[in-house]
C-alpha cells in the first residue's frame, strides 16, 4: 500500500499555511510512497509568490500517520527580526503589521512608529534571504 498523496497534500497545504501563516501555492511530494512506520522524505511547498518551504516528513505508524517539520525555507521575511533590528536603533517601538510574509528581492514595504509621528518606515528587500535595508522618509 502505498499514502494517499493528494491527501498528504492537502494535510501538509493546510498544516503549514497555520504555523506560517501564508498561503500555499502548491506542494511537491514525492510518490508513489510505500506505508512503512520510519519512512522519511522531503516535500517542498510554494507560497503563492514563489517562496519555497521544505518539510521532512516522517511515516510514524504502519497505517499512515505522519509528522513533519519546516528544515528550510526561502523567500520568507520574518517581520519581527525587522521590527526588533529597527526599534533597537531608533529606541522606539516598531510594527509592521504582521509576524511573516513573502518577500521577494527589490519589495518594499512599511512599518510604523509612533517616534516618527505617522511617517512609515520604509523596508526594502536586497535577497531572498532575508536582508533589508530601511529608512525614515
Known sequence: N?????????????????????PIASVDC??????????????????ERGATIVTSVTQTSDDGDVHFEVIN???IIDLAIIE?????????????GQPLLEG???DTYECYTPR???TPIAIEILSDDGDFRWNIN
Request: a negative charge.
Open 2 to 22: 502505498n499514502l494517499n498523496i493528494d491527501r498528504l497534500n492537502e494535510f501538509l497545504e493546510t498544516e503549514v499555511e497555520s504555523q506560517v501563516g501564508l
Open 30 to 47: 514525492p510518490s508513489p510512497i510505500p506505508i512503512e512506520e520510519g519512512n522519511q522524505f522531503e516535500c517542498e511547498l510554494r507560497g
Open 73 to 75: 525555507s526561502s523567500g
Open 84 to 96: 526588533n533590528q529597527i526599534s533597537s536603533r531608533i529606541q522606539a517601538p516598531v510594527d509592521c
Open 104 to 106: 521577494l528581492t527589490g
Open 116 to 118: 516618527t509621528g505617522g
